[in-house]
């Protein structure tokens, strides 16, 4: 993958589809399906394929066409699907130099480099 791939949490994954299907984007994955079958704790990896993919409606919110792995419950293999997703959720999701220090504090048990990666994501 390239440069440009994230990772989001499960919670982030399931606030980007809400607000996939609040915008009426072409790509999007049923919450109610989903919801039970990804993992709670996973985390999942998007890849841009379509960067600012806009539809024929000028209302819509811009927003990119991404390869979505989806990490599901008692699954180690991840789930490959597209994805639509606004550019707040793409840009909110960690990078994955964040992500890998992410895990790195989370093992150390450095708390507040966890929490201060958290709140980085959540302010861009």
Do not use: C, W
């Not at 399931?14 to 399906?33: C, I, K, P, S, Y």
């Not at 990119?64 to 180690?76: G, T």
């Not at 890998?100 to 093992?107: E, G």
């Amino acid at each position: 993958m390239g440069t440009t791939a994230r990772v989001l949490t499960t919670n982030m994954l399931l606030n980007a589809m809400t607000e996939g299907m609040d915008q009426d984007f072409n790509r999007q994955l049923d919450h109610q399906v989903i919801q039970d079958l990804i993992d709670p704790a996973g985390y999942h990896v998007i890849e841009p394929m379509l960067m600012y993919h806009q539809s024929a409606n000028p209302n819509h919110v811009p927003h990119h066409r991404v390869m979505l792995l989806l990490k599901f419950v008692n699954n180690d293999m991840p789930v490959e699907t597209m994805f639509d997703i606004s550019e707040k959720s793409y840009v909110r999701a960690f990078t994955v130099e964040e992500f890998h220090d992410l895990i790195d504090a989370s093992k150390a048990g450095n708390l507040d480099r966890v929490q201060e990666i958290y709140a980085q994501a959540r302010q861009r």
